[in-house]
């Protein structure tokens, strides 16, 4: 299905699995975070599968849960920041290797009319520092957000202002994505060739979402 990018005065982007082939290098991050914290081989992967579940979901939230749940541990501040401490020294050099998506620049060229948003799932500063790193904040005009404000948060934030602007069309790869695009009236578009969901072809078919495998894709 061929997508007016046209029409849209604001376009989001998520990050992993979008933007950066990093669903993979995040969710090896976590096994190693938790494993590195002493965690058992069962413990870490349950970490993984809560994640991949979760997709697009803080990691603040997700490390809560592991402390709460498989580690039966008090969810203080000290805990989780040590996650969090672990987590970023683990996923440092993956997301600098790590491929971005082809297309990208001829997208931007595509779409003059629209701000670029980045709302990602990942930390905020960690994307921010990333992006420059990589040279891909140039694209990304209408500024790049993250945890620890969830995307409902940022999106109904950015709506408030008049930052983000309708029309506007939400890119991303995981459940919570479409979720937080339709709940804050967004159109939304499915990308299928990095995503972790397992089930995207029934779900998005379920839910008549427009699917696409990549940013490449979406340019031709």
Known sequence: MKINLKKYKSIVFDCDGVVLDSNVVKTEAYFRTAKNLGATD??????????????GISRYHKFEWYL????????TVQA?????????????????????????????????????????????????????????????????FGSPDNKDTVLAREIASGHLQFPALFIGDSKYDFEAATRAGL??????????????RSYCAQNNIVVQGSILQLCH
């Open 187 to 200: 159109d939304f578009v499915f990308l299928s060739d990095w995503t972790e969901v397992a089930d995207w």
């Open 68 to 75: 709460r749940e498989v580690l039966n541990q008090p969810v």
């Open 42 to 55: 069962a413990q870490a992967q349950a970490l993984v599968d809560y994640h991949v579940k979760l997709g």
């Open 80 to 144: 989780v920041q040590a996650l969090l401490d672990e987590f970023a020294r683990e996923l440092e050099v993956g997301l600098m290797t790590c491929a971005v998506a082809e297309g990208l620049a001829d997208l931007r060229s595509a779409t003059p009319q629209a701000n670029w948003m980045i709302l990602s799932g990942g930390d905020q500063e960690e994307i921010r520092a990333l992006f420059a790193k990589r040279d891909l904040a140039k694209y990304f005009d209408g500024g790049l």
